[in-house]
Nanobody, 123 residues
Framework: QVQLVESGGGSVQARGSLRLSCAAS????????IGWFRQAPGQEREGVAT???????NYTDSVKGRFTISKDNAKNTLYLQMNSLKPEDTATYYC?????????????????WGQGTQVTVSS
């Protein structure tokens, strides 16, 4: 059974930093596709970043240059380092994973999901 547990969310002022973690069980972050999504109140869930088995990464335009996705295969954990945070980054952040297929936000939408962690950025 695949379980994804996010942590590291919190409240921070604009231009601050946070690092989110996603601990996986029943699934190896070293294989296939894993990534981060976020959902703000009243808005649709959007993809933030993905990383595949070759460590190739992809980011949505609004976070490029500020966020970095990475994974530690030994700890079976996914990370999202978020720097230069903005109030518009406020959302619940979710970890998602899938097996096989081409790594993309669309592919991950049909995969396994964590419960989310809240990130609040104040101006």
């Amino acid at each position: 059974q695949v379980q994804l547990v996010e942590s590291g969310g919190g409240s921070v002022q604009a231009r601050g930093s946070l690092r989110l973690s996603c601990a996986a069980s029943g699934y190896y972050v070293s294989s296939s596709c894993i990534g981060w999504f976020r959902q703000a109140p009243g808005q649709e869930r959007e993809g933030v970043a993905t990383i595949d088995s070759t460590r190739r990464t992809n980011y949505t335009d609004s976070v490029k240059g500020r966020f970095t996705i990475s994974k530690d295969n030994a700890k079976n954990t996914l990370y999202l380092q978020m720097n230069s945070l903005k109030p518009e980054d406020t959302a619940t952040y979710y970890c998602a994973a899938h097996i096989g297929g081409a790594c993309s936000f669309g592919w991950l939408m049909n995969g396994y999901w964590g419960q989310g962690t809240q990130v609040t950025v104040s101006s």
